[in-house]
């Protein structure tokens, strides 16, 4: 079932797209850890959104790397992250590869050790997810640049549109007027 921004969970929170925005402020929020014993408080592996253990990125594995570079859409994400964190819409809507095909490289990336997913609280009271580039993958992020992959998937999108438009306008030219019928 698609997920609308006018959907509402209860009274405080509302869910839009596959997050749920609370109406309580940051300060509001319950902390990870309550309800936890010490032991557990120290655990960097709370919850879904934990960073991989070790020095991130220090430790890619070059064969399952370039493996997952081959993939449609993962070159593209890296150039998309090389200039700071993104937000997932913000990657989808500059990439012409599907919402699924995103989401699963950037789970797939995130599994790798090249970029990581973390969650901030803006003062409005919601959370956003965001996906930033680790240290050890800045490397690679320097080589799309060097090749211009922003730019061109910025030209590929551009294009991707422009044709859609020329479709779109070539039907309407061949629909039968209303007067004709």
Known sequence: MPN????????????????ERSSH??????????GMSDEDRTDTNIGSYAEPDGNIGADLDTAKVRDFFEKKG????LAQLADGSKRFSEIDEALVVSH????????????????????????????????ELVPGAQHL?????????????????????????????????????????
């Open 74 to 77: 993962a070159v593209e994400i």
């Open 25 to 34: 402020s940051a300060e509001e929020q319950p902390d990870v850890t309550d």
């Open 141 to 181: 992020a320097a080589l799309t640049e060097d090749e211009n992959i922003g730019q061109t998937t910025k030209q590929l999108r551009q294009a991707h549109e422009q044709h859609a438009d020329a479709v779109t306008n070539f039907r309407d030219k061949i629909q039968p007027a209303d007067s004709e019928t």
């Open 100 to 131: 699924g095909t995103i989401a699963t490289r950037l789970t797939d990336g995130a599994k790798l050790g090249l970029w990581r997913e973390f969650m901030t609280y803006p003062d409005d009271g919601g959370k956003i997810k965001l996906y």
């Open 4 to 19: 609308d921004s006018s959907d509402t969970t209860d009274d405080d929170n509302e869910t839009i797209g596959n997050l």
